[in-house]
């Protein structure tokens, strides 16, 4: 059971209006016959045009011609470029082992100075040993 207040104040239903879009809209038709005016023309101007160079067998010998032509300069340029990268890198490798190679062989003959200045250095401290050693007396063995 619902409950309905008799003082309320009664509300007005809003307006509703329909309009029908059914008319006649020709410009939808006109834009449709204008597209299908152009397709005749173009389908037309297809079928009549020259296509003898489409046909023509040393047209097409040329173009497969040059095709093959293209191909192998682009190949020719790939290999190229793929030489000149593998030349580069073998630049680049064989500079950075002349480079190791130097700093070995300096490296190497740093070690081989300090050696013979040990040597040298050892050498001497024994020839002075020896020389003092001879110059005094020795005790007679028993």
Do not use: C, K
């Not at 190949?75 to 700093?103: F, K, M, P």
């Not at 013979?116 to 001497?124: N, P, W």
């Amino acid at each position: 059971m619902t409950q309905i207040d008799p003082n309320a104040p009664h509300r007005p239903s809003p307006d509703v209006h329909v309009t029908d879009n059914r008319g006649s809209n020709s410009t939808a038709w006109v834009v449709a016959a204008l597209v299908a005016v152009v397709a005749i023309i173009a389908v037309a101007f297809m079928v009549t045009s020259n296509q003898n160079d489409a046909t023509d067998p040393d047209a097409i010998a040329a173009a497969a011609d040059q095709g093959r032509a293209e191909g192998m300069l682009s190949g020719a340029q790939s290999s190229l470029e793929s030489a000149q990268a593998a030349a580069a890198s073998a630049a680049n490798s064989t500079a950075a082992q002349a480079s190791q190679a130097a700093a070995d062989a300096r490296s190497a003959a740093d070690s081989a100075a300090r050696s013979a200045d040990d040597a040298a250095s050892r050498a001497a401290a024994s020839a002075d040993r020896a020389s003092d050693t001879m110059g005094e007396p020795q005790p007679a063995p028993q």
